[in-house]
C-alpha cells in the first residue's frame, strides 16, 4: 500500500503528515510526502524550507515508515502537482490537511483541498490540526 500526503509547513500540513504517518504504520504501507505550491513558486510561503524538510525527514525516519518526500516544482498547481504524484506511485490513500473556517468559510473548501477531493482516483482523507 502506498499513501501520498499533502505536506505544507503549517499546522494543517503537519496534522497530514501525522495522519498520513499513523495510517502508514496501521497497514505498513510506503509512504510519498509532497510539498507541492502554487505554480512552483519558491516564494510561496507553503514552499518548504530547508530546515522544514529536515524536521520532516526527522520526523519520519523516527517513524520508521518507509518514505520518500518530494518538492516538485513545476509550473502547474499544487493540487495538479498532488494529483500527477499520486498517479506516479500508485497512491491508495492520499490524504491532506485543511483549515479551520469561518462559518460563510465553511461554504468554499480551499480551492487545492477540493480539486483534490473532486478528481483523486482513491480515497482522500481530509484532516484538520488539533484545536
Known amino acids: ?12 500540513g503537519l496534522a497530514a503528515v501525522d495522519a498520513a504517518v499513523a495510517q502508514a504504520q496501521r497497514d505498513n ?41 518530494r518538492q516538485p516544482t513545476e509550473d502547474t498547481a499544487a493540487g ?8 506516479e506511485v500508485g497512491a491508495d490513500l492520499i490524504v491532506i490537511g485543511l483549515r479551520r473556517r469561518s462559518p460563510v468559510g465553511k ?5 487545492t483541498a477540493q480539486q483534490i477531493l473532486l478528481e483523486a482516483e482513491c480515497p482522500v482523507l481530509a484532516v484538520k490540526p488539533p484545536a
Do not use: C
Request: glycine share 8%; no cysteine.
Open 107 to 111: 461554504l468554499i473548501t480551499g480551492s
Open 1 to 12: 500500500m502506498i499513501i501520498l500526503a499533502g505536506y505544507i509547513p503549517t499546522p494543517e
Open 29 to 69: 504501507a510506503r509512504l510519498v510526502v509532497v510539498n507541492a505550491v502554487h505554480h512552483g513558486n519558491y516564494a510561496d510561503p507553503n514552499f518548504a524550507e530547508g530546515r522544514d524538510l529536515d524536521a520532516l525527514e526527522k520526523q519520519l525516519a523516527a517513524s520508521g515508515v518507509p518514505h520518500e518526500v
Open 80 to 87: 495538479d502537482s498532488i494529483l500527477n504524484a499520486a498517479r
